[in-house]
């Protein structure tokens, strides 16, 4: 007789792949040296001045230092760093765009995504199957609301279980992720399934942290996409659910309300919603 191990991903197991794939794409940035020094002596002052406001003691400190160890050791730098940082960088690109609004790209981003046409269902199985169907249609376009052809919306997000594929080992690889190739005038129509809340893993150091701020691990239901067109700069963006829960209260800091989705659900049982993307110009 076989028992069979729950398929439940771990901090560190999600953790790790995230971390593996991260190191894989090798980060750059033509940052200046003396840029780079400004804010390397800024970041350190401002984390003494946090020690001196809290007279942080010699234990704290070496707690925080093995915190620091154990975030690395479990993989979890790319979930740590998404949830409570990423969300002010996003804000800073935001300053120099006007088209449709960004949101934070989160660990879980795969590029490359097999191409799917403009009318499409995402790769999915027959559980994912017995999910609520939602239909994700709409258009690519300028600022002037002009179509655009050759646009491409790369779409992925988690399943009913709050798992995404190639993080979580149960998954076919391409799990409800695809590139979809928008038609001549930016249009598409994609069919997937409703997605559930995702709850940060509790069990590893960056669950340790968020209990200790009385915080709550969730993130509200939403989809993610990077949408792009030749000549135009691509957009980062998450779209969520009206009315669901955690929105006024996501842990990664990460709605808008802008990007709040209202799907209509017919007497097919299917949510259809409407969302257009504008791209600002390259
Ligand atoms: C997610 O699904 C996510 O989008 C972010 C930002 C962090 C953890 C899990
Ligand atoms: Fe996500």
């Keep these: 007789m076989t028992t069979t191990e729950p398929v439940s991903p771990s901090a560190l197991g999600s953790g790790t792949a995230a971390t593996d794939k991260f190191k894989g794409a090798r980060a750059t940035a033509d940052t200046s040296p003396e840029r780079l020094a400004a804010i390397a002596r800024d970041a350190l002052t401002a984390l003494h001045q946090v020690i ?5 003691t010699y234990p704290e400190y070496r707690v925080f230092k093995q915190w620091l160890i154990d975030v690395g050791e479990g993989g979890e730098w790319p979930l740590f760093l998404d949830v409570f940082i990423e969300h002010s960088v996003e804000e800073v690109l935001a300053r120099s765009r006007r088209g449709t609004k960004g949101s ?5 981003y795969v590029p490359d995504a097999p191409e799917l046409p ?3 269902e995402l790769p ?3 559980e994912d199957r ?12 300028d600022l002037d609301g002009n179509g655009l052809g050759d646009a491409k919306v790369e779409l992925w997000h988690a399943d009913a279980d709050g798992y995404y594929s190639q993080f979580a080992p149960h998954l076919p690889e391409w799990n409800l992720r695809g590139t979809i190739v928008t038609d001549a005038e930016g249009h598409y129509s994609i069919r997937t399934i409703q997605p559930a809340p995702y ?11 968020i209990e200790a701020q009385n ?3 969730w993130r509200p239901a939403h989809l993610h996409l990077i949408v792009s067109a030749p000549g135009r700069e691509s957009v980062t963006t998450q779209l969520y659910f009206r ?8 842990v990664a800091s990460a709605t808008k309300p802008e990007l709040i989705l209202d799907p209509v659900t017919g007497d097919d049982g299917v949510n259809r919603v409407t969302y257009n993307f504008a791209l600002d110009p390259a």
């Design 52 to 56: 001196r406001d809290h007279g942080v």
């Design 104 to 108: 934070i790209e989160g660990p879980y």
């Design 118 to 120: 403009a009318e499409c």
């Design 124 to 126: 999915m199985r027959a």
């Design 130 to 141: 017995a999910q609520t169907p939602l239909i994700f249609a709409g258009q690519v376009t």
């Design 199 to 209: 709850q940060i893993p509790t069990d590893g150091p960056t669950g340790t942290f």
């Design 215 to 217: 915080g709550h691990p």
């Design 243 to 250: 009315g669901g829960e955690w929105i006024d209260s996501d």
